[in-house]
């Protein structure tokens, strides 16, 4: 009984937690040339100050594990952007009420939407070789969005999307 709670509950907590990359890279890119990087000091994230923050700090012990080391005078450079966007559901259910007579017909139809709308948030992580090959690597990752998450929730949710990120780094 406790096993099959578990399985229900592991199944809820994953299917939550789905992200979603996109991945495209230069063909022509030798990856083990970029042993360092840093950010562009302009960058504007789309996300809260604290939550970039929070996102550095994950993307710099990821990189770090990967052996690739932050510099002031960088193999390359990391711009991310981001966007929210709430995802409608767009299922209904129809609910009506017809009659029909002697060349008098009429009808009355309700939709009512199911579910609710869940907000979602899409993030660009771009590489950029400013020594001439310019952009070499691109993730772009999906995943829905808890804006009441609290402080911790919300640097694991960041930790997933990072990892899952950079699972595609350097492409196979």
């Keep these: 009984m406790k096993f099959s709670k578990f399985i229900i509950l592991l199944f809820i907590v994953s299917s939550c937690a789905?992200?979603?990359?996109?991945?495209?890279y230069d063909r022509e890119?030798?990856?083990?040339d970029y042993k360092t990087y840093s950010y562009y000091s302009d960058m504007e994230t789309g996300l809260s100050a604290l939550d970039t923050k929070r996102l550095f700090a994950v993307l710099d012990s990821a990189l770090e594990a990967k052996g690739i080391t932050y510099s002031d005078s960088p193999d390359f450079y990391i711009n991310i952007q981001s966007m929210a966007y709430e995802?409608?559901?767009?299922s209904s259910v129809g609910i009506g009420v017809g009659g029909s007579g002697r060349?008098?017909?009429?009808g009355i139809s309700v939709g009512i939407p199911?579910?609710?709308?869940n907000q979602n948030r899409e993030i660009v992580f771009d590489f950029i070789d400013e020594n001439g090959r310019g952009l070499f690597w691109q993730a772009v990752s999906d995943a829905n969005y808890n804006t009441n998450a609290s402080p911790e929730q919300r640097e694991a949710r960041l930790k997933v999307i990072v990892d899952k990120v950079l699972s595609g780094y350097p492409p196979q």
């Design 18 to 24: 789905t992200v979603n990359v996109n991945y495209d």
């Design 29 to 32: 890119t030798n990856f083990s």
């Design 87 to 90: 995802n409608f559901n767009n």
């Design 103 to 106: 060349n008098v017909g009429g």
């Design 114 to 117: 199911v579910g609710n709308s």
